[in-house]
């Protein structure tokens, strides 16, 4: 890329926008000051006391300072992309990267070829579900019966109702050690079972039944590779509690809403609460009454949690819960929402050609993304916002927690791992192996970075471990020239 050694465009643009903002701030601080007529002074309290003078920036407001972000930009966008262009020219033709620093693009290598993603298809869920559902929603797990307790006594059935909610976990899950990474955020379904005895349940006389009617039945999404099902992901409904847990059972439960139940059931009878019949998946009654409910964390939690931890069954359940947004109306579908994810793409003006969206936690080999689409999102984004705080930190959090641990951007660099080794080696689909994320500038503005690796072996350390180390290097260089931070106001 070739670039000008002038002031160029940004600068010329920035004094033009600074001189008349100046001018205008000028005529509103002397029209704010003025006394209108007929008026009097206005009279001091000097029982009210004087601030202490601050600091004051000695910067004029007619200076590039009041810019760094894009002067150092403008000073250093020619190193960085040679820089970039050097590593890309290494990579093998099935594997893809794009780099852009603030939207602007620094370097490419088969950005728009279709490559698998791996769990960098969690960033296209992640996106979406925060524009169309909101960082603040969420979920909701009610407990409801036919009738509200007289005497202490539910007459009939208890249900436990599920309403998507991911990361909804007894007390004991998160230290359990069962799961690689533990939950974070998550609902207390020990919680839930407190409210129901503060509403003054103290006998079941029918079953305890879980239901997840919220979302379909599909416990697995098809084209996932031999072995994940059941050890990668699900099986997963609207009612999942502890990942289909129950303590106790060696083995996680085939049905998630009779593993909840069941679960549910052990919590309340540890309260002293007496259940008559057994644990086992329905639907509650329309006409049934609410006796306790529990929230989950807010949906930028939710998504934090799933991009620090990969977590599959997580990004499964909030492509079902986009499906049902978008429908307006349960079931909420695998399918409705990838129909919805592809929708939001197209309205966002980002080319779905050589897009397949097959699932939400990128273990389906069906799935395909280029390079240039998934950094188009992340641009939309930024590393303060929910989806980028949401990315694990090298060398300290989540899949990344012992990854570029002694490399100058440890603790500095956010980043969604994918990992997939599609085994046979020596027959297609490839292994994979991604990264994409932002490297936050000091003083503001980012670099917005995608890598993603399609080969043979490449899911192997040896191979894919000196790749991303020459990767983070050439993404260390930016700026070369002083950062935001040492050009801005002083």
Not at 66 to 89: C, G
Not at 117 to 124: F, R, T, V, Y
């Amino acid at each position: 890329m070739s670039r000008g050694r002038g002031p160029g465009p940004w600068i010329v643009l920035v004094l033009a926008t600074l001189v008349p903002a100046a001018a205008l701030w000028g005529t509103h601080r002397f029209a704010d000051a003025r006394v209108g007529d007929g008026e009097s002074a206005p009279v001091i309290d000097a029982s009210v006391a004087v601030p202490p003078p601050t600091d004051v920036l000695n910067t004029s407001v007619l200076t590039l300072r009041r810019a760094p972000t894009l002067v150092a930009r403008e000073q250093s966008l020619d190193d960085f992309s040679a820089e970039m262009a050097s590593f890309t020219s290494a990579l093998n033709e099935r594997s893809c990267t794009a780099v852009s620093v603030d939207g602007i693009a620094v370097a490419d290598h088969n950005a728009s070829v279709p490559v698998i993603p791996a769990s960098n298809q969690k960033i296209m869920v992640a996106a979406v579900a925060l524009e169309r559902l909101g960082p603040d929603f969420r979920y909701t797990t009610e407990v409801r019966a036919a009738q509200g307790p007289t005497g202490g006594v539910v007459e009939g059935d208890l249900y436990l109702v599920g309403g998507g909610d991911p990361l909804l976990s007894s007390d004991w899950y998160p230290t359990s050690n069962l799961e690689r990474y533990p939950v974070t955020s998550p609902t207390s379904l020990d919680t839930l079972a407190d409210a129901v005895v503060a509403a003054g349940v103290q006998t079941v006389t029918g079953n305890v039944i879980g239901d997840g009617s919220r979302y379909d039945d599909e416990f697995f999404a098809p084209g996932w590779g031999v072995g994940d099902a059941g050890l990668e992901g699900g099986p997963y409904d609207a009612l999942l509690a502890n990942d289909s847990r129950v303590l106790g059972e060696e083995l996680r439960a085939n049905d998630p809403n009779a593993g909840a139940a069941r679960e549910f059931a052990r919590l309340l009878a540890e309260r002293g609460v007496e259940i008559a019949g057994a644990a086992a998946s329905g639907t509650a009654p329309e006409a049934s009454t609410l006796l306790a409910e529990v929230s989950s964390a807010p949906l930028s939690d939710v998504v934090g949690e799933m991009l620090a931890n990969s977590d599959n069954n997580t990004a499964e359940l909030l492509v079902k819960e986009i499906g049902l947004d978008a429908a307006g109306m349960a079931p909420g579908t695998r399918q409705a929402g990838l129909d919805a994810m592809t929708q939001q793409l197209e309205s966002w003006d980002i080319d779905p050609a050589g897009v397949v969206l097959a699932d939400g936690s990128g273990l389906s080999l069906d799935n395909r993304l280029t390079c240039t689409a998934l950094l188009q999102v992340l641009q939309r984004f930024d590393p303060g916002s929910p989806l980028g705080a949401g990315l694990p930190v090298a060398g300290e959090s989540g899949t990344l927690a012992d990854v570029f641990v002694d490399h100058p951007l440890a603790g500095t660099l956010r980043g969604k791992t994918g990992s997939l080794n599609n085994a046979p080696f020596n027959e297609d689909p490839p292994a994979v192996k991604a990264l994409a994320g932002y490297v936050p500038v000091d003083g503001g503005g980012a670099v917005e970075y995608v890598l993603i690796l399609n080969g043979p072996t490449i899911s192997d350390q040896s191979e894919y471990r000196p790749v991303w180390e020459g990767f983070a290097d050439a993404l260390a260089t930016y700026p070369s020239g002083p950062t935001p931070a040492e050009l801005g106001p002083r």
